[in-house]
C-alpha cells in the first residue's frame, strides 16, 4: 500500500450513523471508527485511543471531539491527536460524500 | 447617654443605613425601627428572581433576626407609623406604639401608581411592589389562566417573565410605542420585545387601557380604548411608583413630588432626615438602589457628626430577566449636538450603542452583550475624553490598547475608583484591599465585607476576577464549582433552573442556560440527560448519544473492548435452571470468564460486542433480565437467608430484598445505588457499608443509609425504625427519590447526604409523612416508563446498528 494513493471505498450512507455518534469499518484487522457530528460532518478515525488502545467509537461525541469509553480522554476527530494536557494520537482517514453516500480512502492513513 | 434614632421603615436603604451608622459608631445610638411589612429586611431587587422560582424568600433575607437582636435594635414588624409629633418629638403606629427621638429618618419608601380606571378595585387587581403581592401572583399563577400585565417597563417586564416562568399566558400593554422607552431606544425596544415575543408573551405597545372588566367582584378582562376585550385571571399594574409622602405631609415637613431634603439629607425640620425612594432631591426623585445607598451613607455620616453632602446620582439599569441581557445608562436622545456609534448584529441578537456629546459618552444601551456596560458607565461618570479610542471604542475595554487583552488584564486595568457594584457603590479599591487587608477569601467573605456582588450578583464574575488578581493560585472558586467548562452554573443551578424553566430537552437547556459550546461534553451531557430523565419522567426522551457507552449497550465495557454480562437474580437467590442456561450460553459463545460477584450475581466476561444481542436473547429464554450492572440507577440488593433458613432470622430478609429489588429495579439514579438487607444484627449482608441497606430486628426494620465501601470506607448513619415491611419499602423508596432529585450527577447517596445533612433527611423522610408519601409517588409514577428491560428491547431489534460494524472491506478491495 502506498502511503501516496488514494483509494476511496464507499462504505454506506450518512443516515446510517446516528448524529453525534459513531459505527465501524472492518478493514482485514484493523477497525476504523467513522464519527457523526451534530451537524453531519463526516469523520474517520482508526478505533484505538492513543492511550491504552480503547474503543474510540464507543465514546461519546461531542462538537469536534470524541472522548474515549475508557479513561476519558478527548480526542480531535479532524486530526486524530489527544486535546488538553494528553498527548499522543491515532491514525485519521480521508472522508468524503458523494450525495448521502459516504467515500473512506483507505489508500494512505494520515 | 446613647442618641435616640428612631427609623420609619424597614426597606433596604434603611438597612444599608443602619449597617454603615454601626460600623462608624458601634454603640452610639439606640435604635427603633417601625416596619409596616410583617417581616426582616430582605433585597427588594430579587423579587423577580422569586417570582420566576429561581430564589425563595430565605435566599434574598438581608437582616434576619439575629441580626437585630445582635445590633440591640428594636424592631416592631406589621407596625405602620401613622403620626409624627415633632414637638414632643414622638412617633406613633396605627397599632399603638409609641416611641421618642432625639433623630428620626423617613424611609417611607414608594407606593405603586394605581390608574384610577374603572374596576381598579375588582379583586385580581394586583401591584408588584414587595414580597404580599409575588405571593398573590405565584397563588395566581397557580390556578393558570392569563395575567395581563399593565405597563411595560423595568418591573412590568420582570413581572411578565416571572409569570410566564410560572406557567400563565401572559400579556403585556404598554402605552409608549417602544417597551421601557425611558432607558431603551427604539431598536433595543424593538430587540426586547422580539425577545418577550420568543417566550410566547404578548406584547402590545401604544395600548390604552380603557377598564377592568369584572365578574362577581373578581377581574375577568381588560378592555382597550380600541374595544378589544383580552381575558384576564389576574392583572398585574406595573405602571410607577410614587413616593410615599403621606406621613411626611400631615407632619407639617415640606414635601413636592417627594419629602424635599438639601444635600445633607435633611428634611425642613433639622431632626428629621428622609432617605430612600421617598426624598426628593435636587428636583429629582429615584427609584433604583444604587442612589438609595448613597443617601444611606451620607445620612450614616452626617449621624456621627461628619459633614458629607450628597450631590445626586447618574444612574444604570439592568433587566433582571434570566437569558436576556440588557443594560442602559445616561441620556440617549437624539439631538444636534450628539453623535452616536452603533453596532448591530442582529443574527446574535447584538445591539450597542453610544451616545457623544464633545467626545464624551452621555449614554450607552447594550443588548445582547453587556458585559462591557460598567466600563461605559465608568466613562461616562467621569467624562472621559473618548478622542483617542473612539474607532474601537463600540467593541469594549477588551479591545483597547492594540491586542485583545485577557479579561484578567481589563479587570486589572481598571482604575482603583472605578465601579464594580453598582447596586452597592463599591469601588475597585475598596474590594482590593478589603481582600488584601482582612484576609478575605472566598466571594461570600467579599460579599459579607464590601457588599459587593451582594445585591443583583451582576458583577460576580468581576468580584471573582479581583479574588484572583489579589490571591493567585490560592483563590479557589470552590463557592459554585461549574458542572464543566460548558457553563459557569453548578450542578445545583441547573438542576433548580430545570424545573423552574420547564425545560424539557438537553438542546432546550444548552439554549435557555447559556451554553458556551454547540452540544455539550462527555462530563455535562450524560448529566444532563439524566436530569430530564428525573425530572420529567413522562416527556424526556432518552438521549441515547449522552449515555456513557455502558449505558448504551447495556454491558460494561472492559479493558480490551469487550463486554461483560450480568444478568439479575432477584436478591442474589437462583436455580438450577437458571444455572444451567447460564453454562449453556458460556459454552455456546464460548465466554471466557464466569465470576461470582460482590453483589451476589453471576458475571460473564469477555463478550464480543456483535455477540450481545444473541447472548441476551438466550439469557431471555431461561427468564433473565439485565442485572444493569453498568447503570447508574439501582444495582443489587443483597440479602441473607434470614427466616426462611438461619436459626437467628428474625425476619424474611430474603423476601423483603427481593420485593425491594423488583419494586425498584430501572430506575435510574445520580450514581449507582447498592443495597442489602440483613435478616439480623449479625448482619452477613453486610447491610451498614451499603447506600441504603436495613438491618432486620424482631420489633421491625432499622434502616441505614449512607454507607461506602468503595473509594471512601464509611459505615452508614440510621435513618430510623419502622415496624412493618411495607413502611421499610415505603421509606426507602421515598429516600430513594429524595436523592434522585436532589443529588448532583455521580454523587453517591453518603456524599449527597453529608452535603445536606444526615439530619435533613431524616426530618424529610422519618418525620414528614406529607413528604415521605409525595417522594415515593414521584418514584411510582417514574417507574410506569423505567421498568422496560433493555436486554429483550435489543434482542427484538431496538439500536441494531450498534451491534453490527457499518462495513466489512476484503483486502482485495483495499489494494
Not at chain 1, 61 to 85: F, K, M, R
Request: one cysteine or more; proline letters at 3%.
Amino acid at each position: 500500500m502506498n502511503a501516496l494513493t488514494e483509494n476511496w471505498v464507499a462504505i454506506g450512507a450518512v443516515s446510517d450513523i446516528p448524529r453525534r455518534g459513531s459505527r465501524c469499518v472492518k478493514n482485514g484487522d484493523t477497525t476504523i471508527a467513522i464519527f457523526r457530528t451534530v451537524d453531519d460532518h463526516i469523520y474517520a478515525l482508526e478505533d484505538k485511543c492513543p492511550h491504552k488502545k480503547g474503543p474510540l467509537s464507543q465514546g461519546i461525541v461531542h462538537d469536534g471531539c470524541v472522548t474515549c469509553p475508557l479513561h476519558n480522554w478527548v480526542i480531535s476527530l479532524e486530526t486524530g491527536q489527544a486535546q488538553g494536557a494528553d498527548e499522543g494520537g491515532t491514525l485519521s482517514f480521508g472522508v468524503k460524500l458523494d450525495g448521502d453516500s459516504i467515500l473512506l480512502d483507505i489508500g494512505g492513513a494520515r | 447617654m446613647k442618641k435616640k434614632l428612631v427609623v420609619v421603615g424597614n426597606g433596604m436603604a434603611p438597612g444599608r443605613m443602619l449597617e454603615h451608622l454601626f460600623e462608624l459608631s458601634p454603640d452610639g445610638f439606640d435604635v427603633t425601627v417601625f416596619n409596616a411589612e410583617p417581616r426582616v429586611n430582605y433585597n427588594r431587587l430579587m423579587l423577580s428572581p422569586v417570582l420566576s422560582g429561581e430564589k425563595t424568600y430565605e435566599d434574598i433575607i438581608t437582616h434576619d433576626d439575629a441580626w437585630y437582636e445582635q445590633q440591640r435594635i428594636t424592631l416592631h414588624k406589621g407596625s405602620k407609623v401613622s403620626r409624627i409629633d415633632r414637638g414632643a418629638k414622638t412617633v406613633t403606629s396605627d397599632n399603638g406604639i409609641t416611641a421618642s427621638y432625639d433623630t428620626l429618618i423617613v424611609a417611607t419608601g414608594s407606593n405603586p401608581f394605581i390608574i384610577p380606571l374603572p374596576g381598579k378595585d375588582l379583586e385580581g387587581v394586583l401591584t408588584y411592589r414587595d414580597l404580599d403581592d409575588v405571593e398573590k401572583m405565584l397563588c395566581a399563577a397557580r390556578a393558570g389562566g392569563r395575567a395581563v400585565v399593565i405597563g411595560g417597563g423595568l418591573l412590568g417586564l420582570e413581572a411578565a417573565a416571572g409569570l410566564r416562568q410560572q406557567g400563565m399566558e401572559v400579556t403585556v400593554l404598554h402605552l409608549m410605542p417602544s417597551l421601557m422607552e425611558r432607558q431603551l431606544d427604539p431598536a433595543a425596544g424593538y430587540l426586547l420585545e422580539k425577545a418577550f415575543a420568543d417566550r410566547g408573551i404578548d406584547v402590545i405597545t401604544k395600548a390604552n387601557t380603557h377598564e377592568i372588566v369584572g365578574k362577581d367582584g373578581q377581574v375577568a378582562g381588560v378592555k382597550l380604548d380600541n374595544g378589544t376585550v383580552i381575558g384576564a385571571a389576574i392583572v398585574v399594574m406595573a405602571v410607577g411608583i410614587r413616593p410615599g409622602i403621606d406621613l411626611a405631609k400631615e407632619s407639617g415637613l415640606n414635601v413636592n413630588r417627594g419629602i424635599l431634603v438639601g444635600d445633607d439629607m435633611q428634611t425642613s425640620d433639622p431632626a428629621i432626615y428622609a432617605l430612600g425612594e421617598c426624598v426628593e432631591h435636587r428636583d429629582q426623585v429615584y427609584g433604583l438602589v444604587a442612589p438609595l445607598y448613597e443617601m444611606a451613607v451620607t445620612i450614616a455620616e452626617n449621624l456621627c457628626g461628619n459633614k458629607a453632602a450628597y450631590t445626586g446620582s447618574v444612574t444604570a439599569t439592568k433587566l433582571k430577566v434570566t437569558g436576556i441581557d440588557l443594560y442602559s445608562a445616561g441620556d440617549f436622545a437624539e439631538a444636534e449636538d450628539r453623535q452616536e456609534i452603533v453596532l448591530r448584529d442582529a443574527t446574535a441578537g447584538v445591539y450597542k450603542r453610544l451616545v457623544l456629546k464633545d467626545n464624551r459618552i452621555i449614554g450607552a444601551v447594550l443588548y445582547g452583550e453587556t458585559s462591557d456596560g460598567p466600563w461605559f458607565f465608568d466613562l461616562l461618570k467621569k467624562q472621559t475624553d473618548i478622542s483617542d479610542m473612539r474607532e474601537t471604542l463600540i467593541f469594549g475595554q477588551a479591545y483597547q490598547g492594540g491586542s485583545p487583552l485577557d479579561p484578567m488584564a481589563a479587570v486589572a486595568a481598571l482604575p482603583d475608583d472605578a465601579e464594580i457594584c453598582g447596586c452597592n457603590g463599591v469601588c475597585k479599591s475598596k474590594i482590593s484591599n478589603a481582600i488584601v487587608g482582612k484576609n478575605l477569601n472566598s466571594l461570600d467573605d467579599v460579599r459579607a465585607h464590601t457588599k459587593a456582588s451582594a445585591s443583583c450578583g451582576s458583577c460576580t464574575g468581576l468580584v471573582e476576577q479581583l479574588l484572583s488578581l489579589a490571591l493567585g493560585e490560592a483563590y479557589n472558586p470552590a463557592a459554585v464549582q461549574p458542572m464543566c467548562g460548558c457553563t459557569e452554573l453548578g450542578h445545583d443551578d441547573v438542576r433548580r433552573l430545570i424545573v423552574a424553566k420547564q425545560l424539557k430537552t438537553i438542546p432546550a437547556v444548552m439554549q435557555e442556560l447559556e451554553w458556551k459550546t454547540s452540544c455539550g461534553c462527555a462530563k455535562c451531557r450524560p448529566a444532563l440527560n439524566y436530569y430530564l430523565v428525573c425530572d420529567w419522567p413522562d416527556e424526556y426522551a432518552d438521549d441515547y448519544q449522552s449515555r456513557f457507552i455502558n449505558e448504551r449497550v447495556h454491558a460494561n465495557i472492559q479493558k480490551d473492548g469487550t463486554y461483560s454480562v450480568v444478568p439479575r437474580m432477584w436478591g442474589g437467590v437462583t436455580s438450577s435452571k437458571e444455572l444451567r442456561a447460564i453454562a449453556d450460553t458460556v459454552d455456546k459463545f464460548d465466554i471466557p470468564m464466569v465470576k461470582v460477584t460482590g453483589g451476589q450475581r453471576i458475571d460473564l466476561l469477555g463478550i464480543r460486542k456483535e455477540d450481545l444481542p444473541a447472548v441476551w436473547g438466550d439469557l431471555g429464554k431461561a427468564g433473565f433480565v439485565s442485572g444493569q450492572a453498568y447503570a447508574k440507577g439501582l444495582r443489587t440488593v443483597k440479602t441473607c437467608v434470614g427466616t426462611d433458613w438461619c436459626r437467628f432470622g428474625t425476619q424474611d430478609s430474603t423476601g423483603l430484598g427481593i420485593r425491594i429489588e423488583k419494586f425498584m429495579w430501572g430506575s435510574w439514579t445520580p450514581a449507582k445505588v447498592k443495597m442489602a438487607v440483613s435478616g439480623c444484627p449479625r448482619n452477613c449482608s453486610e447491610a451498614t457499608c451499603k447506600d441504603v441497606g436495613i438491618i432486620c430486628v424482631d420489633s421491625g426494620f432499622e434502616i441505614h443509609f449512607a454507607g461506602a465501601a468503595g473509594l471512601d470506607i464509611k459505615g452508614t448513619e440510621i435513618l430510623g425504625m419502622v415496624k412493618t415491611e411495607d413502611e421499610a419499602l415505603e421509606h426507602v423508596v421515598a429516600l430513594v427519590q429524595m436523592y434522585r432529585e436532589q443529588g448532583r450527577y455521580l454523587e453517591r447517596i453518603y456524599k449527597w447526604s453529608r452535603r445536606i445533612g444526615y439530619d435533613e433527611v431524616r426530618r424529610q423522610i422519618m418525620d414528614d409523612a406529607d413528604k415521605r408519601k409525595a417522594y415515593f409517588e414521584r418514584f411510582v409514577f417514574s417507574q410506569k416508563f423505567a421498568q422496560v428491560d433493555p436486554w429483550s428491547e435489543r434482542v427484538s431489534g431496538k439500536d441494531k446498528h450498534e451491534f453490527q460494524p457499518m462495513a466489512t472491506l476484503s483486502l482485495e478491495a483495499a489494494e
